[in-house]
Structure formats: C-alpha cells, structure tokens
C-alpha cells in the first residue's frame, strides 16, 4: 500500500507569494493532519481535517488555512509569506485519530 | 497546555551501549503516548505507542518505553544499540480531548560504529 504522499517535495517562494502544498492520505483513511516542522524543533500542529470538516486548529495565523476534499486529499495554503515560514511541512494521515501516518514532508524555503 | 520534555538534545553512544532517552509530560488527564523516529532522510515514523493496559510496550527494532503515570514520564529504552539506530528521536502526547499531537523538540541520537 502507498503511504503518505505530499507535493512538491521542495519549495522556493519569495517574500509575500502564496504557496499551496498538496497531500494525499493513506488509502481508507479520512483523517489529515498538517504540522510545520522548523530545523531544530519538534512537529507543530497546524490543522487536522476529518470528512471534509475542521477538527483542530494550532497556534498559527490567518495566513495559514487548508481544506480537504471528497477524496480526502488536502491542501494546505499560506498567504503573505514570511521568511520565518521556512520550514518542512509534514502531513499525517489516520484511520485511528490517536495514531497519525507521515508523509516526507515538503520543504519550504522563503527567500 | 499540554507540552513535552525531552531531556537530552543529542546523546552520543557506542554500538551495544545500552539506551535511554528520557521524556516527561504536562497534562493532568489521559494522555495518549508515542515516540517517532526519524532516520537520516527519511520520514518520520512511529516507534511505538502507549494508549492504555501494560504500562510497558514494546515496538519496532528491540525499543521498549515505560509509562510511569505518577511521573508523568514516558522513557524510551534499548539495551544495546546498534549503528543503524543513528536518528532523531521524538517522543509525543495526545489526550482523547484533542486531536494534535503535540512533539518534544527530538533528541539526536548518533550511534558510534
């Protein structure tokens, strides 16, 4: 079975664009997680979407926002960005809310 | 809020060393307890998880972790590493009040051949 997958897998956007970042899930489940991952740190959540829905929500600004679609692909956009938003973007999949499935990651760098 | 401890940000040993990686928890409630490894360039996976029964669970590649509830602690352990256990180490919490995970900030572990 294939697992998580996400892309692109690097990113180099400028001061001020907006990216999109893609992640499909593990086949079967319907839950999606999105964490930024800054060097040096742990995993920081972002969003987790559950059948379409919002079910959570971290600590980030408005910038960030995602959805999720009937197929239960997701997408994670950030508007405005700033430098400090250079970072690996990690999505987890899960059929079980308490045990998440990541992916590689998408490498973002702002410039 | 909830938030992980790791105690050590890099921890160097020699291949059959035996392994402990120490990690503690703020949250008063049930708590749902993982650790992930992340191997050079690869993604991160899980190594095991804690969710309830035998406080002592084992996963993946001869690790081990005890859940010391009173402690608020959850230690990762192997008694004799070997080279390709050169990682990172992420130890994890979540209560069945919220959905995120919430990540220590890893300790690097790097294994001398």
């Known amino acids: 079975d294939a697992g998580v997958t996400q892309s692109p897998t690097h990113l180099i956007k400028t001061r001020g664009q907006q990216v999109t970042l893609r992640c499909s899930p593990i086949s079967g489940h319907k839950s999606v997680s999105w964490y930024q991952q800054v060097l040096g740190q742990g995993p920081q959540f972002i969003f987790q979407?559950?059948?379409?829905?919002?079910?959570g929500r971290g600590n980030f600004p408005d910038r960030f926002s995602a959805r999720q679609f009937p197929n239960y692909s997701s997408e994670l956009n950030v508007n405005a960005l700033l430098l400090g938003d250079s970072a690996l973007y990690l999505c987890a999949s899960s059929g079980n809310p308490y045990e998440q499935y990541f992916g590689p990651g998408t490498r973002l760098t702002v410039t | 809020a909830q938030s992980v401890s790791q105690h050590n940000h890099h921890v160097i040993l020699s291949e059959a060393a035996s392994l402990e990686l120490g990690c503690n928890y703020s949250?008063?409630?049930?708590?749902?307890l993982f650790w992930y490894v992340q191997y050079p360039g690869q993604h991160l996976q899980l190594l095991l998880k804690?969710?309830?029964?035998?406080?002592l669970v084992k996963g993946i590649k001869g690790f081990e972790a005890e859940f010391i509830k009173s402690k608020f602690s959850f230690n990762l352990r192997k008694p004799s590493v070997q080279w390709s256990d050169t990682a990172e180490y992420f130890c994890a919490v979540n209560t069945n009040r919220d959905d995120k995970i919430i990540f220590g900030k890893g300790t690097r572990l790097h294994i001398l051949p």
């Open positions: 949250y008063g409630g049930t708590v749902n």
């Open positions: 979407y559950y059948e379409k829905e919002e079910r």
């Open positions: 804690y969710f309830s029964g035998d406080p």
